[in-house]
């Protein structure tokens, strides 16, 4: 599956961004899939997962409360809104998908990065 990744930019802090990750092939049923996001200097960090199917959600507590993970099968694509946004939230995001039921720690496709950018 390829992975495309889009919906970053500038906003100041308070405001709302989604990330879109559109995916090609059948069907996107078949995986989980994670929003991860990295800094200059700072190990990639996962702040958003589903499980494959759907039925499960998980957070990186710094977002909880702020972040939703969905995915829309019949449009092939997995979000990620966020909300309240803070300057600390600003990295580059990539999503990710993985043929398990959990996105791991490498997970098995990867998009390319968008980047969100904070002002305080």
């Known amino acids: 599956v390829q992975l495309q990744a889009s919906g970053g930019g500038l906003v100041p802090a308070g405001d709302s961004l989604r990330l879109s990750c559109a995916a090609s092939g059948r069907t996107i049923y078949r995986y989980a899939f994670g929003w991860f996001r990295q800094t200059l200097g700072k190990e990639r960090e996962l702040v958003a997962a589903i499980v494959r199917g759907g039925d499960t959600t998980s957070y990186a507590d710094s977002v909880k409360g702020r972040f939703t993970i969905s995915t829309d099968y019949a449009q092939k694509t997995a979000y990620l809104q966020m909300n309240s946004l803070k300057p600390e939230d600003t990295a580059v995001y990539y999503c990710?998908?993985?043929?398990?039921?959990?996105?791991?720690?490498?997970?098995?496709?990867w998009g390319q990065g968008t980047q969100v950018t904070v002002s305080s």
């Open positions: 990710a998908a993985d043929r398990d039921y959990y996105v791991g720690r490498n997970p098995d496709y």
